[in-house]
Every structure is written in C-alpha cells, then in structure tokens.
C-alpha cells in the first residue's frame, strides 16, 4: 500500500536556526514528490515537485532534496514567517496524490 | 485571475440535511480533485475527475457525489449529511496528474 510519513509532527525554531524535515514514503513507481505549504484556515499552496533520485530545488530559504526513499525539505536561516505547515504528497501510477499528515513549523524571532 | 474558487467558505448544517459544495477554475484545467482534511488525518481524497463529463472515486467516496457537467465546475454534493462529515473541504485542480495542484481556500462544514 503506497504509503507517506512526514516527520517530526511539530517543530519549533528560534529564527536563524536552520533545520530539517522528513518525508518517507513507499510507492510503487514513484511518478512525482511534491511539497506544500499551508497556512491556517487556507489550501494547500505549492512549492516543488521532484521527479527522480537526486534532484533538488531550490526557493529563497527553502530546499527540497529526493533520494529512492525519502525526501527532506531544508530551512535555511528561517524567519516568522516561514511558520506554517508543510505538506509532503506522492504520485505513484495513478491520478492522484496521497499526502502526509504535515510538519507544523512555527519560527519565533 | 481568481485560480480555485470554493462556495460557500462556511456552513452549518443540520443531521439529514442537504447541500452542494461548489467549486470553479479559471485555468482551463483537465483535472479536478475533492479532499477533505481532519484533524491528524491529512488530506483525504473523496472524488476526482479527469475531464468534463467523467468522475472517480478516491480514498473516502461514501456518503458523497459529484460532477463534472463543465470543465470548470466541479461539484461535491452531500445527499443525508452525518456529524461524520463534518470537516474542511479542499477543491484543487491541475493541468495534468503530474502538475502540482492548485488548491481553493477551502470550505469549512459542520454538522450537528
């Protein structure tokens, strides 16, 4: 069963701190991993896909990094309002994606 | 430009009673998507569609229907709602199953 789990549930930084989080999964035929941001009491905004093992992109502090099993989404020097919860979803061979349950990430200055 | 737009954004419903959650884009989508999110839970898909005129289910389709009659409108609807369903409703679209989703700002129901 095609499965994702984001760790850890909650985290919190002192701004500056950098850190990262966890997304495991077990797909058959990964076909994409995408990332997510989501503010309370709004959707889903989205910030990367990653395709293959290897692949990395990039947005102003955020990096997001894919090997066969895992993906890591990177806080580089974070701010207020880099806190949010980030959502990891895959694409096996179908239609759709499966998300995990979220990391919420809250940054004090 | 607007992207996803869901309607109503709140609403209190009562233990049998009906509704139709609606949701339209203006990015000349092909696929459309209907999750709910609970606590804990995620993000759960209840129904998608991949064109006009065609709908599937997802993760939890009980108790829900949908369609899809123009490209642009994707239409959730709950015939007999149950405390169960209450929840926040997430419409999304994409170009195509591999594109990232564009996400409505949701639709928060309850039932009592």
């Known amino acids: 069963e095609d499965q994702v789990t984001q760790s850890p549930e909650a985290l919190r930084l002192q701004e500056g701190e950098s850190s990262s989080l966890n997304c495991s999964y077990t797909?058959?035929?990964?076909?994409?991993l995408f990332w997510y941001r989501q503010d309370p009491g709004k959707g889903p905004e989205f910030l990367f896909t990653?395709?293959?093992a290897g692949e990395e992109k990039e947005k102003e502090r955020l990096k997001a990094t894919l090997t066969k099993k895992e993906s890591f989404l990177h806080i580089t020097a974070p701010k207020p309002e880099d806190s949010a919860t980030y959502l990891c979803?895959?694409?096996?061979?179908?239609?759709?994606?499966?998300f995990g349950t979220g990391t919420r990430l809250q940054v004090f200055p | 430009n607007a992207g996803v737009t869901q309607t109503p954004k709140f609403r209190v419903l009562k233990t049998g009673q009906s509704m139709t959650l609606l949701c339209a884009q203006d990015m000349n989508h092909e696929y459309m998507y209907w999750y709910r999110q609970d606590p804990g839970m995620g993000l759960r898909l209840i129904h998608y569609s991949v064109g006009e005129g065609t709908t599937a289910k997802g993760e939890v389709p009980d108790g829900y229907n949908v369609s899809r009659l123009k490209k642009q409108n994707f239409l959730l609807g709950l015939e007999s709602a149950a405390p169960s369903q209450t929840s926040v409703y997430f419409c999304a679209s994409s170009y195509e199953g591999t594109y990232g989703y564009t996400f409505g700002s949701g639709t928060r129901l309850t039932v009592v």
């Open positions: 979803a895959v694409q096996a061979n179908t239609d759709k994606l499966i």
């Open positions: 990653l395709y293959s």
């Open positions: 797909v058959s035929g990964l076909r994409g």
